[in-house]
């Protein structure tokens, strides 16, 4: 069995901008990990304070994970406070180690938010952290095989989507999971669930398919070998 984990700087960003290719894995029997950084609740709205907003965000997003029969983790970093630091890489990479995670879908490098740039280069460093032998923790390092970066409304500077995948038979399931977000039912800021559907539709048709997700990969790692 394979897991799969995505990591997000805010509940919310996981699910909805790689939710799709979780819950095909879901769908294959693999499991399933969503790790967000912070709770995203200083975007407090009316009827919440900070704290039960915060107390929400977790249970959605633990509603969300268990739909797709997996794991949700939430870490107790203040929303607007992510910032890069190799001690929460390497706690990151601990939580990588003990799910023996095999694919990461996380942020691209740029954004408009600091949340998630902080979110980008953690990330990266903690699948650094958690793959290399020689760095000793308690647990063995996780077999990481695959990581990409998912396509973000808020991290669109130089994204180029490179890794399609046909989520077709996954779309109803993540749509109805996702709206156990307050993001998707409730925002007034951005139309989420309008952008990922339509996203969701427009990369479809790029394969031929009713439904597909696009995923970034590094500069580095665009290479074939032809043979003639
Ligand atoms: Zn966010």
């Given amino acids: ?25 879901a ?3 693999d499991r399933i990990v969503t790790l967000d950084l912070t709770a995203g609740e200083r975007g ?10 915060r107390q929400y965000n977790i249970e959605c ?3 969300f994970a268990q739909m797709l029969g997996g794991k949700s983790i939430v870490l107790d970093i203040p929303d607007g406070e992510l910032t890069y630091s190799q001690e929460l890489a390497i706690r990151i990479s601990d939580i990588m180690r003990e799910y023996e995670v095999s694919t990461v879908l996380y942020h ?10 902080a979110a980008s280069q953690l990330t990266t460093d903690a699948i650094f952290f958690a793959s290399l032998g020689t760095f000793e923790r308690p647990l063995p390092p996780a077999p990481i095989r695959r990581f990409l970066y998912a396509e973000n409304w808020e991290d669109s500077e130089g994204f180029v989507p490179y890794a399609y995948f046909d989520v077709t038979q996954a779309f109803p399931l993540w749509k109805e999971a996702v709206r156990k977000l307050w993001l998707t039912e409730h925002s007034r800021d ?7 559907e ?31």
């Fill in 108 to 117: 691209w490098k740029n954004s408009m938010h600091k949340d998630h740039i």
């Fill in 61 to 63: 997003a633990g509603q």
């Fill in 198 to 228: 339509g996203l969701a539709r427009m990369r479809g048709a790029l394969i031929k398919k009713e439904y597909g997700t696009a995923f970034g990969i590094d500069e580095y790692a665009k290479r074939v070998v032809m043979e003639t």
């Fill in 44 to 53: 407090t709205p009316a009827g919440f304070t900070q704290e039960s907003f």
């Fill in 190 to 196: 951005f139309r989420y669930l309008q952008y990922y």
């Fill in 1 to 25: 069995m394979k897991t799969i984990m995505a990591v997000g700087a805010h509940t919310g960003d996981a699910q909805l901008t790689s939710g799709l290719l979780l819950a095909r894995h």
């Fill in 27 to 29: 769908q294959e029997g």
